[in-house]
């Protein structure tokens, strides 16, 4: 009996903007099996302290800085943006892709129309206001999981 595929999660933050928020995105990808997660931007390397990343995850998941989210798209996976912007998909409808690069914008800011561009969909999660960055994340990756779990197939485009 063969198990089915948990599939390949990464994570991009386009220029986050307080250690707090992503210690808390280190932990919520140790928490639901995340491989990777990438960085742009210049105001998180001013304050590395992972004081909410109380699991040590970073020993386990590599943190990467870099210039560019679309140069470092993981071989074979489909970025997805996650923003509340006009044309995006609810996540309730929502099929994840097998190989998922989950990009989400800065907690004081929108994506640009540079990373909605390269990605195959925008979702976003309805709430009646925005999240933090830490817990859309957390949304995400538990909506993935929960989806799996439940025996949904991973989308095909």
Known sequence: MSKKS??????????????ENVGSVLRASGCYGVNSVFYTGTRYDLA?????????????????????????????????????????????????????????????????????DFCRDTIYVPTKGCMNLAAAVNVILYDRMAKIERGEEFSNH
Do not use: M, S, W
């Not at 948990?6 to 250690?19: A, E, H, Q, S, V």
């Open 48 to 116: 590395k302290q992972f004081c909410t990343d109380t699991k040590n995850v970073i020993n386990n998941i590599p943190l990467i800085g870099v210039q560019e989210l679309k140069d470092i798209i993981p071989v074979g996976c489909t970025p997805v943006a996650v923003d509340l912007i006009e044309g995006a998909k609810p996540l309730p409808e929502y099929k994840h892709p097998e190989r998922a690069f989950y990009i989400f914008g800065p907690e004081d800011g929108t994506l640009k129309k540079e990373i909605t």
């Open 6 to 19: 948990k599939g390949y999660t990464c994570i991009g933050l386009f220029n986050p903007k307080t250690p």
